[in-house]
């Protein structure tokens, strides 16, 4: 059963998978930072200097400190019941980004591997060329 496991363990597939999500978890990052540091100031600075990820409503004040909360650390730290609009927001746009971007991969892979597949498929005689061998094999009979 060591045996079946080690070879389990070591095939392609799994180290494949494993390198993947890696660089997934760090793609993932990459994107948060697009999202959160690039893409989301601008939006919310045409909106009227509007922060995304401080965007929060109120369903029960919280027990530490009443409310208004000025920003979604105040609510947290005094315990209020939130939706968190504004992040859910930035993880819709994350999520965005990131499936388009995985998209224009696997489009890209799958022309290279239509390339490859035209190149490695064997090239057949013209009809031309099929009938002029016809004719030479004929005359050496």
């Keep these: 059963m060591l045996k079946e496991f080690k070879n389990f363990a ?11 999500v890696i660089i997934g978890a760090a793609f993932g990052a990459i994107v948060k930072s697009l999202v959160d540091d690039i893409i989301m100031p601008p939006i919310g600075f045409l909106l009227g200097n509007v922060d995304f990820s401080n965007l929060f409503v109120v369903i029960k004040e919280g027990a530490k400190a ?13 315990g209020a019941v939130l939706i968190k609009y504004g992040a859910f927001a930035n993880t819709v746009v994350s999520f965005l980004i990131v ?3 995985v998209f224009l991969m696997i ?16 090239v057949l005689p013209s009809d031309e060329v099929k009938l002029l061998s016809e004719i030479r094999d004929l005359l050496k009979k």
């Design 10 to 20: 070591i095939k392609g597939n799994v180290v494949d998978l494993a390198v993947g």
């Design 66 to 78: 009443p409310g208004p909360y000025m920003t979604l650390a105040d609510a947290n730290a005094a």
């Design 99 to 101: 499936s388009f971007s």
């Design 107 to 122: 489009s890209q892979l799958q022309k290279l591997q239509k390339k490859e597949e035209a190149a490695a498929a064997p």
